[in-house]
């Protein structure tokens, strides 16, 4: 397929840039540590849980991209913290680097596998590593979205 290297370009500009929404790295410019834990009313989960949520979904997706030999987390609750705090100060930055150097891989997955990201695994039902890469846009834009609004609930966006 000749649009192959295309496709590969705009799937990594959606997963790093956002496209037609906020990147995730903009989502969390600048957050203030004390909104971190704040669960707004009209909301289920803090900013915390969100950014791990994305964190934990993401790192899934890639193990289960790169083989067979991937045990996914307990639907839902090994998908999202209980606490709406971080648990230790140095979590909040392990989760962002997580975030970034699982990203990372991916896009580098998407790049090697060429012409075969629309090529089903041979385990699991039928994914590719195509539809991988639009699950986790997906999945990561609507989650980033709701940072925004989380955001912007709390008066500290825009």
Do not use: C
Not at 24 to 36: V, W
Not at 98 to 115: C, N, P, S
């Amino acid at each position: 397929m000749a649009h192959t290297p295309f496709i590969i370009d705009e799937l990594t500009a959606l997963l790093e840039e956002g496209n037609a929404h906020a990147p995730f790295e903009k989502a969390i410019k600048g957050l203030p540590t004390p909104l971190l834990s704040k669960v707004p009313e009209v909301s289920a989960y803090s900013i915390w849980q969100l950014v791990e949520h994305i964190r934990i979904t993401q790192w899934d997706i890639l193990e289960f991209s790169k083989g067979p030999d991937h045990e996914s987390p307990q639907w839902p609750e090994g998908y999202w913290p209980k606490e709406a705090i971080p648990p230790h100060a140095h979590s909040w930055k392990e989760s962002l680097d997580q975030i970034t150097k699982d990203r990372k891989e991916f896009i580098k997955l998407l790049h090697k596998a060429g012409e075969k990201i629309y090529t089903p695994f041979p385990y699991g039902d039928g994914q590719s590593l195509f539809r991988e890469a639009l699950v986790l846009a997906d999945h990561n834009s609507y989650h980033t979205a709701e940072i925004v609004l989380t955001r912007r609930v709390l008066g500290d966006w825009g």
